[in-house]
């Protein structure tokens, strides 16, 4: 039970962060973690729900609430591409 629960856990690190960002340190550090026996199963449990949970908020964001990441400019922009217009160029002095 405790390999399945290190397996989710290092699963869902490594699916919430990006692949440029993923660092082996972190790994190093989790299993350090899930070695000592100063945590819970619970805790641990605990930590793979919210990975999860943060990871397919993030998911739903992006998905219902595209424009959410983006600068107010480039919202500008989107939001009328959308309904077929452009915004005109500002020259810059």
């Known amino acids: 039970m405790t390999t399945l629960l290190y397996r989710n856990l290092l699963r869902e690190f490594s699916r919430s962060t ?3 960002e993923r660092n082996g340190q972190i ?3 989790l299993r350090t973690l899930f ?3 100063s945590h819970s199963k619970e805790d641990m449990e605990s930590m793979v729900d919210f990975l999860r949970a943060s990871r397919q908020h993030k998911e739903l964001l992006k998905r219902y609430n595209p424009l959410s990441d983006q600068t107010p400019q480039e ?3 989107a ?3 959308r309904v077929g217009l452009a915004v005109p ?3 810059d002095f």
Request: charged share 15%; no cysteine; glycine share 6%.
């Open 35 to 37: 070695a000592s026996a």
């Open 79 to 81: 939001t009328a591409r």
């Open 27 to 29: 790994f190093a550090h």
């Open 89 to 91: 160029q500002t020259p």
């Open 75 to 77: 919202r500008v922009e």
């Open 18 to 20: 990006p692949p440029g």
